[in-house]
């Protein structure tokens, strides 16, 4: 892919910071579209007339894009550049989100939708290479700051969506308010265009997903970050749910739901300075495992009794998914070979991610119990220990597919 410089050959504290803040909007806008969906879905099929099967298919659409369009991205990033594809990104989403408000038809909805989420798939892919490209030297620092970024949006959009649609006359205007701010996110992008550099790389900085596909390391990451996610989806959709039936209150369920992720925000701010603390040591992953399968081994054996344990286990498990988009990027050497492993990691375990919620579903309706599902999301999280274990080893992408073994940035 063409090589992206800096804003400038030596930018300014205030460009480092103008460029990091541009970073942070854009990871706000990207769970957005799904966050605020979720909470007027019911209302939105009365209006539309939305059979219960096309809301099923609605409620996947996220995880099918995020696979699809991530693993397209790198092909959009080599021709555009990283600056033209955020800002791409975002007037996707934005027209997206305003198309998406006005349409009359179930068919048409499903279309806005998707092309709001397929620029929300590429903004995932393009985030590592950014930070690459722009904070060599504060990968964990600004990646915390846009996972946690990313968390707050997937929030925002389902605790305000609801008030907004009440405010603002129907799911409608609750829906279509959120694409003001991905249209000021792009604002800043717009102004970034111009400092693309779009050269041939070099053989050394050349990376095809092809040549990804040979390496070790590039398949630990997927399965990485596709069973960190498969357990993650299958929480939003299914935790609430198994509490409920457990004999709590939907009330107290959706509380610890949102408990579940309010934790996952101060832990992702946090990570720069625990991952300076342990190092290349693989002590981060085995604990995220750790405390993930004993959280669901409290929901199976104990799930009215210290429920807020569990949901703050888990919480702080999730703190995997932030640690891997780092990982991203200190395991790589360039922007081309960052960009390139973040869409092979991320388009490839996203459809890996689909198994935890369609899996859950499945077991559960196979057995009549929650047993089997919560096993197996168990089983989920040792595959985050092991492959987070050869993950955490200081190699770099470019030392296993034989391009040398220069130093790794950090």
């Keep these: 892919m063409g090589r992206v410089t800096p804003l400038a050959s030596q930018p300014t504290t205030r460009g480092r910071l103008l460029v990091g803040a541009a970073i942070v909007l854009l990871a706000l806008n990207l769970r957005v579209a799904v966050g605020s969906l979720g909470v007027v879905l019911g209302p939105v099929r009365d209006d539309l007339g939305i059979s219960t099967a096309v809301g099923g298919i609605l409620t996947t659409v996220p995880v099918i894009c995020f696979a699809v369009f991530g693993v397209g991205a790198h092909g959009v990033v080599t021709r555009l ?24 038809t179930t068919a048409l909805f499903l279309v806005c939708t998707v092309i709001a989420l397929a620029g929300a798939a590429m903004g995932n892919i393009i985030l590592p290479p950014l930070v690459k490209v722009h904070f060599p030297d504060r990968l964990a620092l600004v990646s915390a700051l846009y996972g946690a970024a990313l968390m707050t949006g997937a929030t925002l959009g389902s605790i305000s969506t609801v008030p907004l649609s009440d405010a603002l006359g129907g799911w409608r205007g609750g829906l279509g308010i959120w694409a003001a701010l991905s249209f000021i ?33 590039a398949w630990a990451m997927v399965l990485l970050f596709g069973f960190q996610s498969a357990g993650a989806y299958a929480q939003f959709g299914w935790f609430p749910e198994m509490l409920t039936d457990a004999g709590l209150s939907d009330a107290k369920a959706g509380t610890m739901l949102g408990l ?105 309706d196979a057995t009549g119990s929650w047993t089997a599902p919560l096993i197996a999301l168990m089983g989920l999280a040792a595959v985050i220990a092991v492959a987070g274990w050869f993950v955490a080893r200081p190699v770099t992408l470019e030392d296993t597919l034989g391009h040398g073994s220069r130093e790794i940035s950090s």
């Design 260 to 364: 579940l992720s309010a934790v996952g925000i101060p832990l992702t701010l946090g990570l720069p300075w625990i991952m300076r603390l342990v190092g290349d040591r693989p002590v981060l992953p085995v604990a995220f495992a750790a405390l993930t399968a004993g959280g669901w081994l409290g929901v199976l054996l104990a799930p009215t009794t210290v429920t807020w344990l569990w949901a703050i286990m888990m919480g702080i498990g999730g703190g995997a998914f932030t640690w891997t988009l780092t990982m991203i990027g200190k395991r790589t050497r360039t922007a081309a070979g960052t960009a390139t492993l973040s869409a092979f990691t991320q388009g490839t375990g996203y459809l890996i991610a689909g198994i935890g919620p369609f899996g859950a579903g499945v077991l559960h």
């Design 81 to 104: 550049g990283l600056h033209r594809t955020a800002a791409l990104v975002l007037a996707m989403i934005t027209v997206g989100l305003v198309a998406r408000a006005v349409v009359d």
């Design 185 to 217: 996110a792009l604002i800043p992008w717009l102004a970034f265009v111009r400092h693309d550099t779009r050269t041939d790389p070099t053989a050394a900085d050349r990376m095809a997903i092809r040549d990804v596909v040979r390496s070790p390391l």
